[in-house]
Nanobody, 121 residues
C-alpha cells in the first residue's frame, strides 16, 4: 500500500507554535515534490506551502508568509510544516499531498488523511 500519514496536529493558543509531519510509506517520498494544503470549516481548500524533492520551499498563501516553513528529512521519508505565531484563522485540517514535478504544487496526485489544527483561546 502507498500511504501518506499526517500527524502532530492539536489544540494550541494564539501565538504558539506547532510542527506537523507527513510520513510516506510504500514508496520513496524523497523522489517527489510535496505540498501542504489546508481546509477550514466552511471554506475551500487552499495551498499553504510547497517543497521540492530537493528541499526548496515556497509558501503558497500570503497569510502564512514569515510564519510557516516547510522542510523535509528524506532519510526519514518525512515532510514537515513548522507553524509559528499561530492565529485563530489558521484553524483547519492540514493535508499533505504528493504533487506533480515542477507544478509548483498545482497538481496534487496523492493525498494524506489530514490532521486537525485548532488555534483558540
Amino acid at each position: 500500500q502507498l500511504t501518506l500519514v499526517e500527524s502532530g496536529g492539536g489544540v494550541v493558543q494564539p501565538g504558539e507554535s506547532l510542527r506537523i509531519s507527513c510520513v510516506g510509506s510504500g514508496f520513496t517520498l524523497d523522489y517527489y515534490d510535496v505540498g501542504w494544503f489546508r481546509q477550514a470549516p466552511g471554506k475551500e481548500r487552499e495551498g499553504v506551502s510547497c517543497i521540492s524533492h530537493s528541499g526548496g520551499a515556497v509558501n503558497l498563501a500570503d497569510s502564512v508568509e514569515g510564519r510557516f516553513t516547510a522542510s523535509r528529512d528524506n532519510v526519514r521519508s518525512t515532510v514537515y510544516l513548522q507553524m509559528n505565531s499561530l492565529k485563530p484563522e489558521d484553524t483547519a485540517v492540514y493535508y499533505c499531498a504528493v504533487v506533480a514535478h515542477n507544478s509548483e504544487c498545482s497538481q496534487p496526485m496523492y493525498w494524506g488523511q489530514g490532521t486537525q489544527v485548532t488555534v483558540s483561546s
